[in-house]
């Protein structure tokens, strides 16, 4: 059995009149993520992070924010995608851990929904997806309500 770890990394700014998708859901906000996509800033860390431990580049390499085929694509096809990718090189994802790096709006409500899309969308236990949340204490363009950023971590094992 081999294991492997990935990390990954993503931003999204933050605007007026968008719509905020987090974790496959929509939260209710004054503001919502900016992308080519539907701008799912924790999805897209955690498909980072997945491709990364199977040493498949990453998110952009697969499905390029200059192609028109992605433009407001939902992010959870992505994922499903990315899903399909690594279990066809034999890997399995043994669990993700994500933080999300928010001002507003609270997280924490919404995590449990987060947990049980991204469970049906990945095949995964719900006990295996862990987010957590967190503020940046007003420093930075996070603090400052300019964009949203999501650290993620896989381990994938190949039998």
């Known amino acids: 059995m081999k294991i492997r770890v ?19 859901i ?10 080519h996509s539907d701008a799912d800033v924790l999805i897209h860390a955690i498909c980072d992070a997945i491709l990364g431990a199977a040493n498949m580049r990453d998110i952009g390499y ?7 085929e992605f433009k407001g694509i939902d992010s959870k096809i992505l994922l499903k995608d990315v899903m ?7 890997y399995e994802v043994s669990n993700v851990d994500s933080t999300i790096v928010a001002q507003r709006p609270k997280i924490n409500p919404h995590i449990p929904a987060m947990k049980t899309c ?16 967190t ?22 094992i190949k039998k």
């Open 118 to 133: 991204l469970s049906k969308v990945m095949g995964l236990d719900e006990n295996d997806i862990s987010i957590k949340a």
């Open 6 to 24: 990935g990390q990954g990394y993503d931003v999204h700014t933050l605007a007026e009149g968008e719509s905020l998708w987090l974790g496959g």
């Open 84 to 90: 399909k990718l690594i279990r066809e090189e034999g």
């Open 135 to 156: 503020t940046s204490e007003k420093m930075g363009f996070v603090g400052r309500e300019e964009g949203m950023a999501v650290h993620s971590v896989a381990l994938l």
């Open 26 to 35: 929509k939260l209710e906000h004054t503001h919502g993520l900016v992308g």
């Open 62 to 68: 697969h499905f390029a924010d200059t192609d028109p």
